[in-house]
């Protein structure tokens, strides 16, 4: 009998652990259009996974790319199709985005949940 209620209290305290630090994964889609990104801002937790869908929704402008100097990921924006970027953002900070030319800006918000 101590030995079931032990077994019990341990499953207790592994469940309640492993869901205090479950991650938040979290997908934004973002369309590219001639005025740029929208949203332009998003905000995200640190270590939770993140999905952004991007769509260029016209030829216009220069949406054709969009690039994360420091992540290292450069993407093509074909008009009309969705591209998937994903990443696990692992400090608070701030993560730019931009078009290939740089005139389009975004920006990730990542803090500490």
Do not use: D, W
């Given at each position: ?17 492993v ?59 074909p ?28 920006s ?6």
């Open positions: 009998m101590k030995i079931a209620k032990y077994a019990a209290v341990c499953l207790l305290v592994f469940v309640f652990t869901s205090s630090v479950e991650a938040h994964p979290k997908t934004v889609r973002v369309s590219v259009t001639k005025k740029g990104f929208s949203p332009g801002s998003i905000s995200a937790e640190a270590g939770s996974p993140l999905t952004l869908v991007f769509t260029r929704r016209s030829k216009e402008g220069c949406g054709s790319k969009v690039v994360f100097p420091s992540l290292g990921i450069t993407k093509n924006l008009v009309g199709k969705a591209v998937t970027v994903k990443f696990t953002p692992r400090g608070e900070g701030s993560i730019s985005f931009t078009c290939g030319m740089g005139m389009y800006k975004g990730i918000v990542v803090q500490e949940h």
